[in-house]
């Protein structure tokens, strides 16, 4: 029995602040290097990515297509099992120079828009624009960029 009170006493002994340890940060200078989504059906995704938002086709590795978006991989793995989501559980936001070409552009792609654009800051200098579309198995996709005043 006093095996067990030492051991209990050992176990509620506070460590002092100076005998802690921070873990290094495993992730504070790393960047994406690539980014996946699931896709139902591989043709309509290559068409889609490639031929009408225009993402450089880098290589096809069995079920998968990868695509180049300024640097970052975009993997599109095959899942014939996937459903489509009932919400979305996250956006791939893509930087835009020239917002309203951009715009212009994805709306002659006959791409899903969602909704209408929105601004998301406003300043003296212009606005942060933001135009959410979606690919042909409901992935969430927005085109991001500023427009000034």
């Not at 802690?20 to 990515?49: G, I, K, M, S």
């Not at 956006?91 to 998301?120: C, K, M, P, W």
């Amino acid at each position: 029995m006093m095996k067990w009170i030492a051991l209990l006493a050992f176990a509620a002994t506070p460590i002092s602040a100076g005998a802690q340890e921070t873990p290094a940060p495993v992730l504070a200078n790393a960047r994406f290097e690539q980014v996946a989504l699931t896709v139902t059906d591989l043709d309509a995704a290559r068409a889609f990515y490639r031929d009408r938002i225009g993402l450089p086709l880098l290589f096809e590795a069995g079920d998968m297509l990868f695509f180049d978006v300024a640097g970052t991989r975009l993997m599109l793995a095959h899942d014939s099992t996937r459903k489509p989501p009932e919400r979305p559980t996250g956006i791939l936001y893509f930087h835009v120079d020239d917002f309203t070409a951009a715009r212009a552009r994805l709306e002659a792609s006959d791409a899903t828009l969602v909704g209408d654009v929105e601004t998301v800051q406003s300043s003296p200098a212009g606005f942060l624009r933001l135009q959410q579309f979606a690919d042909p198995d409901g992935n969430m996709l927005a085109i991001m960029g500023f427009v000034p005043r």
